[in-house]
């Protein structure tokens, strides 16, 4: 289990420190957002999901058997991982060029397609990000921060078609509002997030052409932990482990109670190092 704590800035270390801190103390906390499946807090209070567990096992590998999250807004995770609130980022967040310039990420634990979530029957036929560049009528929900918020500008989607929330509830009790026609985000998050409301408005769609990258490449994405730059140290510590994590079948083994296949994680050849710049 996590336990759930405030975001008080983690104390006291140089960021350099990290590693040896946990090791020492045997605690470290972990921001994440209420994002399931990947992470978020369960019906008993405890946080969960797929980088939690996976973030749980690796630090108890290092000694730390307690394990305290920081739940924040997507959008404030970077700022308060800079801001010493909690140790790493456990959120399986996009790995793209900006968030790599402001921190570093640990290689991928997750690849997974974007999708929307609509108004049953789909009444605007979004299909792709294209078709909501080419529909001034339509708008679409994004979380603030979130890597799609890139693929719409690329896009061509308009600001004025772009509209923020701080998490996937909230947007799509906008889409059901009738604020925007759409909601993007994960896939793999998006159908959880439809599973669970158990609500007949509104229904997943799969889209039929994947957003494209700067060069016009469809994007898979590929999502890591987050760690500090200085902390360079406790990622290559992250990197080691899962890669033994991931060829001796722990680290799947960890991920399936939460619908997450083997498909879902991207081949050991994928490293952060290929994505950042």
Not at 240 to 258: C, D, M, N, Y
């Amino acid at each position: 289990m996590v336990a759930l704590v405030s975001g008080a800035a983690v104390s006291p270390t140089r960021a350099q420190e990290t590693l040896e801190r946990i090791k020492a103390q045997k605690t470290a906390r972990i921001g994440l957002s209420n994002f399931a499946p990947t992470s978020f807090v369960g019906a008993d209070g405890e946080v969960t999901g797929v980088s939690p567990e996976l973030a749980k096992a690796f630090l108890k590998s290092l000694g730390a058997d307690n394990v305290e999250g920081v739940v924040g807004e997507f959008g404030s995770l970077i700022g308060g991982l800079e801001a010493g609130r909690f140790d790493l980022i456990a959120v399986a967040m996009q790995i793209q060029p900006k968030r790599c310039e402001q921190i570093a990420f640990g290689n991928p634990e997750l690849q997974f397609l974007q999708g929307f979530v609509v108004k049953t029957g789909n009444p605007f036929d979004l299909r792709s990000f294209k078709d909501i560049a080419a529909n001034p009528d339509a708008r679409l929900g994004l979380l603030t921060g979130a890597g799609q918020i890139r693929f719409a500008d690329l896009a061509g989607i308009g600001k004025d078609q772009q509209v923020l929330f701080p998490d996937f509830e909230k947007a799509v009790a906008g889409l059901q509002a009738g604020r925007v026609e759409a909601v993007t985000g994960a896939g793999i998050a998006l159908k959880h997030i439809v599973q669970t409301l158990g609500q007949p408005d509104v229904e997943f769609v799969e889209l039929e052409v994947q957003p494209s990258d700067e060069n016009g490449k469809p994007v898979i994405a590929v999502a890591g932990m987050g760690f500090r730059k200085a902390d360079n140290d406790l990622r290559e510590a992250w990197n080691a482990w899962f890669h033994q994590a991931r060829q001796s079948g722990e680290a799947l083994k960890i991920v399936t109670p939460f619908g997450i296949a083997e498909s879902d994680i991207p081949g050991l050849d994928v490293t952060a190092a290929s994505i950042c710049p």
